[in-house]
């Protein structure tokens, strides 16, 4: 859905949504020790990337469009991962 002015960020965020409430019902998945990472990331980009990126033919992207994407990329790889970011005094120190 775009605006008169050609912006398409409520389906961005709207998919970037969608996304979010996968991976978040998916969490136990995250957390599972008995599931190997190379098989988490073939599940996020099989089970997440589809639907994050349903209609993107149609998009017109801005750099900020393209950081929220990038920035749920890292998220959820960093879900996937168990890395924890903790910022401190301005610091971001990754564990």
Not at 32 to 59: A, D, M, N, Q, V
Request: charge should be positive.
């Amino acid at each position: 859905m775009f605006t008169q002015a050609a912006k398409c960020d409520n389906d961005t965020t709207a998919k970037l949504g969608q996304g979010q409430g996968l991976s978040s019902s998916l969490r136990t998945l995250w957390k599972s020790h008995t599931i190997g990472i190379p098989t988490k990331i073939r599940l996020l980009k099989s089970l997440l990337w589809p639907i994050l990126s349903y209609g993107c033919e149609s998009w017109t992207l801005k750099s900020t469009d393209e950081d929220r994407i990038k920035s749920f990329e890292m998220k959820a790889f960093r879900q996937i991962l168990r890395v924890i970011i903790i910022i401190t005094k301005g610091l971001m120190i990754g564990y």
